[in-house]
């Protein structure tokens, strides 16, 4: 597969180097496959469908073509995934994705653990390691610590401002032992992240070791989040006549965003060839997006913080991805588009629990309300012309292709969860009045000895550090 930028058509690159790299340092653009080959009908139209396994290969065999063999792409997806996606039924017309049941218990694994398995590929022949530098404030840490521990060849060091995380968040990146581990800094997520990049142009530190980053508009972590994508529709496309009798429902992905790149990957998984008709990007006060849908000016702005804290992104990396791929007209009839204020989200999570019983974190819960306004007349409205006012929470005015398929009730929408609602557990608890309960892997890792080592916010100390133990 060739690989472009998304700033600059001429770019063309392979896997490794897109990977490697993470982003066009040059344009700073972002890397791009040139084409999404379909996959054939046979294999889609399979009965009974194929394991999520099969789907990861078939899906992920072009974009590693003439530098990954089949039999280490096998590998690489066994290891990756020794769990799946279950889609479980709410009501007759629709269904969560949980992307909790890996390591973190949050989406973040199917992209991170995929991306540290490829990297260790490419730096097989290498002598000495490749060191991952990683600032995070909180889930991004997890999410890569986790997916790189115990990787060949690859060396993971965290950095994370001191006091500034949730416990939960801190006993997930600081307890590794081995090839991964956490400083915390005495400083804010901005210092953390100065000091990486001061790292990465230290040419006098880059002579002496190999660095590289793991952030998430890597290519290599959007690529396999759509396969859960495929996933999902073939095994609601199987099963929705049985608990709905509608004829060919169109299906719905309900995508909860921040960095839009959750999205990207479903626009993906569509172009090769997954029976999804449309998309709902649904966010949190951060609604850039929105807002870019309703009044086509893209407007980046700082954060505001929310609920959805993993969502609290007010210039989206993937918004360029998605600009290169499809023009405005197209993302309008694509995609409704949502968001929620911190009120709609507590009583979105009670809503979610008193009508369906189902427990919803505060993330999947921007997406529940999403969708039940969607078919509770939302899109009704639309059509008979209300202008929504998109300052307000709710649906941008944009019609979707597909709004007559939610009036005449022949959808059915899959919410994607995107994390754990007991990593949330004191805004699900306000909201239903029960705390959610912990799985075995979360509670485990609490009782972990903290191993974070403490960092002064300096670079020549941070430096020294580095030199030393490294
Ligand atoms: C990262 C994250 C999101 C947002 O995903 P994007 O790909 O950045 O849009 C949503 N929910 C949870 C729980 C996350 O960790």
């Known amino acids: ?180 581990r956490a400083l915390k800094v005495k400083g804010t997520f901005d210092d953390c992240q100065k000091l990486v990049k001061t790292a990465f142009t230290d040419n006098e530190l880059r002579a002496k070791l190999r660095l590289s980053s793991a952030n998430s508009i890597n290519i290599s972590r959007l690529l396999p989040q759509s396969f859960y994508y495929m996933y999902s529709s073939l095994a609601v496309r199987a099963r929705s006549w049985g608990d709905n009798k509608i004829e060919n429902p169109a299906i719905i992905c309900v995508v909860p965003s921040g960095n839009f790149g959750n999205l990207t990957s479903g626009l993906i998984a569509r172009e090769m060839g997954a029976p999804i008709t449309g998309f709902v990007a649904a966010t949190n006060s951060n609604r850039t997006i929105p807002d870019w849908i309703a009044t086509g000016d893209y407007n980046a702005r700082p954060s505001v913080e929310t609920y959805a804290n993993a969502m609290d992104v007010g210039a989206p990396s993937n918004y360029e991805r998605i600009q290169a791929m499809y023009s405005l007209e197209q993302v309008r009839s694509l995609f409704a588009s949502y968001w929620l204020d911190n009120d709609g989200i507590i009583d979105s999570i009670k809503n979610c629990y008193e009508k369906t ?77 029960s705390s959610p309960i912990i799985p075995d892997r979360l509670e485990k890792v609490m009782k972990l000895e903290d191993k974070a080592i403490p960092m002064e916010n300096n670079y020549e100390q941070f430096k020294a550090w580095l030199l030393a133990n490294l």
């Open 357 to 433: 019983g189902y427990t919803i974190d505060p993330h999947g819960a921007v997406g529940w309300k999403a969708w039940s306004d969607i078919r509770k007349g939302g899109m009704e409205a639309l059509k008979n012309g209300t202008k929504n006012d998109f300052t307000k929470p709710g649906l941008t005015p944009n019609l979707p292709s597909w709004a007559d398929k939610v009036i005449n009730k022949e959808a059915v929408g899959i919410i994607l969860e995107t994390a754990h609602p007991a990593k949330f557990g004191a805004t699900v608890q306000k909201a239903t009045g």
């Open 1 to 180: 597969m060739i690989y472009t930028d998304t700033r600059d058509k001429s770019v063309k690159t392979d896997l490794k180097t897109a990977v490697m790299s993470g982003m066009n340092e040059k344009t700073g653009g972002l890397y791009i496959p040139v084409e999404f080959p379909k996959l054939p009908s046979s294999f889609i139209n399979k009965t009974p469908e194929p394991s999520f396994r099969d789907i990861a290969f078939e899906m992920a065999k072009p974009y590693v073509a003439g530098e990954i063999p089949d039999k280490d792409l096998q590998a690489i997806i066994q290891d990756a995934y020794p769990f799946t996606a279950p889609v479980v039924p709410v009501d007759k017309v629709s269904y969560v994705l949980e992307l909790f049941h890996g390591p973190t218990c949050a989406f973040k694994d199917f992209g991170a653990r995929f991306m540290a398995r490829v990297m260790s590929y490419f730096n097989r022949n290498e002598s000495t390691p490749l060191h991952i530098l990683v600032a995070t404030s909180g889930d991004t840490g997890s999410a890569v610590g986790s997916a790189f521990h115990n990787v060949p060849g690859l060396d993971v060091t965290i950095l994370y401002p001191e006091g500034k995380i949730s416990p939960l968040q801190e006993k997930q990146l600081s307890t590794f032992d081995g090839n991964v």
